[in-house]
């Protein structure tokens, strides 16, 4: 089994919906990342967690929430999604490693698109 | 914020070819990361670089951590058709709190 998951793989919304990505892990980490991807850009941080109420803004928040139920849930919503929102979207994990170090390990990808 | 530059934005090689790839940063970084990632899959960890200097392998992979603490490089060995995809780096100019910052990606095409 994947030690990072995210549902759905692929969706499809209208201008204007509400529209929620989850994302699980089971690798026992504290740390959660939400990231955008979109083509020749990289991947851009949307919001991260270090902890169940430890909760922060990325480069590209706006437009978006997150909450984090536990420390093994970690959801993204589009309160009013808007076709500039179309694009692959990645949950990532990590832990605090000794000095502070920070290797992340990311789920497979939302493929979100809005028409 | 910290920005990274990395290059080539893509290459096209030769099965059994070396290949090189770099990243520069605006800032000094703690923390060099390499990452691989295919179509329809998330971006897997290659290798992890923590001091300056520091020169890593990873079966044909050899990456190291600039001595200026702003640059890193990824080598491959020896190309194969399975190394297609899009390689990124990633580096954290603090420990603890920071996040991580992306280059853009290096997208490499292996023709057998």
């Known amino acids: 089994d994947a030690d990072v998951t995210q549902t759905p793989r692929n969706r499809i919304t209208k201008t204007g919906k509400r529209i929620m990505l989850e994302c699980s892990q089971t690798?026992?980490?504290?740390?959660m990342y939400w990231y955008r991807q979109d083509p020749g850009l990289g991947l851009r941080l949307i919001y991260y967690?270090?902890?169940?109420?430890?909760?922060n803004k990325g480069e590209i928040s706006d437009g978006y929430s997150v909450s984090r139920q536990a420390q093994a849930k970690f959801s993204l919503s589009l309160e009013s999604a808007i076709p500039n929102q179309t694009a692959l979207y990645f949950c990532?994990?990590?832990?605090?490693?000794?000095?502070?170090?920070?290797?992340?390990?990311f789920g497979p990808g939302t493929r979100l698109t809005v028409l | 914020g910290q920005q990274l530059n990395q290059s080539p934005q893509s290459m096209f090689i030769q099965e059994g070819e070396d290949v090189s790839m770099n990243c520069t940063s605006s800032?000094?970084?703690?923390?060099w990361l390499w990452y691989k990632q295919e179509p329809g899959e998330g971006p897997v960890l290659l290798i992890a670089?923590?001091?300056?200097?520091e020169l890593t392998s990873n079966g044909r992979l050899t990456a190291q951590f600039g001595i200026t603490r702003k640059d890193s490089f990824l080598n491959i060995s020896a190309s194969i058709p399975s190394d297609v995809g899009i390689y990124f780096c990633?580096?954290?100019?603090?420990?603890?709190?920071?996040?991580?910052?992306f280059g853009s990606g290096t997208r490499l095409q292996v023709q057998p």
């Open positions: 967690s270090f902890d169940v109420k430890d909760i």
């Open positions: 800032s000094i970084f703690n923390t």
């Open positions: 690798k026992g980490h504290d740390r």
């Open positions: 670089l923590y001091k300056a200097g």
């Open positions: 990633a580096g954290s100019g603090g420990t603890g709190r920071r996040a991580l910052t």
């Open positions: 990532a994990t990590s832990v605090k490693l000794a000095g502070g170090y920070n290797e992340q390990f």
